[in-house]
């Protein structure tokens, strides 16, 4: 808490850079699949479980290495998180078959887990309740950006004869690579817990006093204990806690929508509207622009916040939230609609825009709606973080 704002901000960006390194490995793995059918001799039913496996470890391992932080701290976790990543990518660039590929897959969403279970964690560290907004915006910004960055830049290297699906893992080694030196050189130790017991230790051995201890030192519990309790407290307050339960299926919802979004994309461009697969990348950007518009509402967002936290406390999160929220099943149900080339176009901002092409007059409206879905996803994301971090901490004053 007492780090400058230069400090704390680097912290920030370094810790959402594994974010967005993490996001981009994910969705860009569906742009491959034409080049590893034809190479690793598999159905694009494997090669979509292959997209599958990744969320089996993304969620299911932080469960444990959650527990991990209390005894070795969040900075070692985050460098052999993003070493081990860099490995997987590596692995699954090297895969001589499609099961080598399903389980690096469940490798990179298990190492890549760091890159959202303990950002937020590292900004709660850091930042004040009240300042946490902008960085934890941030944080989902760049997580829902990537997701649409990463596959305009595989769509590119698929489209290219020479380079094609493992070329794109390489792409993730480079990136993973980089961020790996940049963790070492840059991040620094935030948990509380291990800044503390490494100041006694130190007292002690500058004093020689062994009264010097840290509480963490005091009430030290065993690894297997800490494993035990962070595997079983979260679904403990799953089942019996309706603001995590309520916020959870909320956002478990939106994301399993947003995975069903990434795996049709590629196909329906492509089969509908006759987009070759560099072009399809392009739709992705989308997405893009939905989490900067999301950001932007975020912004407001914050600004109601700060008004009315005094007297709603950190019910005041949830005013944006209220409104964005319809903007999900309108964008689901308009993005169904109009799959099929036939449908007449309606929007009159967008019926100024003269184009030969039908077909790509269309995609153009499907861009809006996805625009628009993403805005919507992108609030409900960033307050669930917030609002659920609000309701089990110790309330703060606002100054």
Not at 28 to 55: E, I, K
Not at 170 to 196: C, D, N, Q, S
Not at 258 to 266: D, G, K, Y
Request: aromatic residues 14%; hydrophobic residues 50%.
């Amino acid at each position: 808490m007492n780090f400058s704002y230069r400090t704390k901000w680097t912290i920030t960006l370094v810790a959402c850079a594994f974010s967005a390194t993490v996001a981009a490995a994910s969705a860009s793995f569906s742009m491959g699949y034409q080049s590893m059918m034809r190479d690793l001799n598999c159905t694009q039913f494997q090669a979509t479980v292959g997209l599958s496996m990744w969320s089996i470890g993304f969620s299911t391992v932080p469960l444990i290495t959650s527990s991990f932080t209390e005894e070795f701290g969040r900075l070692n976790i985050y460098i052999v998180s993003s070493f081990g990543f860099m490995l997987t990518e590596m692995m699954i660039a090297l895969s001589p078959n499609i099961q080598t590929v399903m389980f690096g897959r469940l490798l990179g969403g298990a190492f890549g887990s760091t890159g959202a279970t303990l950002v937020g964690g590292s900004i709660a560290d850091i930042w004040k309740q009240h300042e946490r907004g902008q960085p934890m915006a941030f944080f989902t910004l760049v997580s829902v950006a990537a997701t649409g960055l990463g596959p305009i830049i595989a769509g590119v290297i698929e489209a290219s004869p020479r380079l094609g699906w493992r070329w794109i893992q390489w792409v993730h080694v480079i990136f993973a690579g980089v961020y790996f030196i940049f963790v070492v050189l840059l991040m620094k130790e935030t948990r509380a817990t291990i800044v503390l017991t490494r100041l006694a230790r130190q007292k002690r051995k500058e004093s020689g006093d062994a009264r010097y201890q840290a509480k963490a030192d005091i009430k030290k519990q065993s690894l297997m204990t800490l494993v035990k309790i962070s595997c079983t407290r979260p679904i403990y307050l799953l089942l019996t806690e309706p603001i995590v339960q309520s916020f959870s299926l909320w956002t478990g919802f939106t994301w399993g929508v947003i995975f069903a979004l990434i795996e049709s994309i590629s196909a329906e461009f492509q089969a509908v509207y006759g987009f070759d697969i560099q072009n399809t990348g392009f739709i992705f950007a989308t997405l893009i622009v939905g989490s900067f518009i999301g950001y932007f509402a975020n912004m407001y967002q914050e600004k109601l916040y700060q008004k009315h936290y005094p007297r709603k406390r950190q019910e005041a999160r949830l005013y944006l939230p209220c409104f964005t929220t319809i903007l999900l099943p309108i964008g689901m149900f308009i993005y169904a609609w109009t799959a099929r080339p036939e449908v007449h176009w309606i929007a009159p901002a967008i019926g100024l825009v003269v184009c030969s092409d039908h077909n790509v007059v269309i995609a153009l409206a499907r861009l809006i709606i996805l625009k628009v879905f993403m805005s919507g996803a992108f609030v409900i994301y960033v307050v669930g973080f917030l609002y659920l971090a609000d309701c089990h901490r110790r309330l703060e004053p606002l100054s």
